[in-house]
């Protein structure tokens, strides 16, 4: 394992389909003075979700489009395994490598954080540095070290998926997007 000053930082995600407020936490990620790279993560599959809508191919190829900045690193560890892989392992594979010192994630995961698989061991050994909403105020009280994010960009893959905000999707891939979403969206709309 690498013992030096810790200057990576680790984003993992579905990046289903990964969007501008992604873009936006890995280019404040990197603005921090002490953070020299971002190794952003897309998933084989979360283990906390039962599918992706995107396969994990089509997810890491978009990621590579929209992330080619310097100081990012697109791996594809997680997706080589062809299986849900937790953070612990990644961070650890990954380790050896890159002398991460940040694990990046949304305020949305705050509350799932204890269930994840060696929390403690995590929280011990990484700074979080937590995306949240500009002007929110995430309860970050159960982990060791923190930093805070606000994004200024207002939309969730979610929202995408359900047919809202492609403007926020990098216009190199957004018509991509479009048509991949699209038959779900019609799909859904025709279960209403």
Avoid at 14 to 28: A, M, N, Q, Y
Avoid at 80 to 96: D, F, G, I, M, N
Avoid at 155 to 168: A, K, L, P
Wanted: aromatic share 10%.
């Amino acid at each position: 394992m690498i013992k030096s000053r810790p200057d990576t930082a680790l984003f993992g995600g579905s990046f289903d389909p990964p969007h501008l407020g992604h873009r936006e936490i890995v280019e404040k990620t990197l603005s921090f003075p002490d953070i020299e790279r971002l190794v952003l993560l897309p998933a084989w599959l979360n283990p906390f979700k039962r599918e992706s809508h995107a396969p994990p191919e089509k997810r890491l190829e978009w990621c590579r489009t929209v992330f080619d900045l310097p100081g990012v690193i697109v791996s594809d560890y997680e997706i080589r395994q062809k299986r849900p892989v937790y953070t612990l392992e990644s961070y650890r594979a990954l380790s050896r490598e890159y002398s991460i010192g940040w694990l990046v994630i949304g305020a949305d995961n705050l509350q799932d954080l204890p269930r994840w698989h060696a929390f403690e061991t995590l929280n011990r050994e990484v700074t979080w540095i937590v995306a949240t909403r500009e002007g929110s105020s995430p309860d970050v009280s159960r982990l060791r070290s923190t930093r805070i994010l606000d994004l200024h960009v207002p939309v969730s893959s979610t929202q995408i998926r359900g047919g809202e905000g492609f403007d926020f999707v990098d216009p190199r891939i957004r018509e991509e997007v479009r048509r991949f979403y699209r038959p779900q969206q019609i799909q859904k709309k025709e279960s209403m």
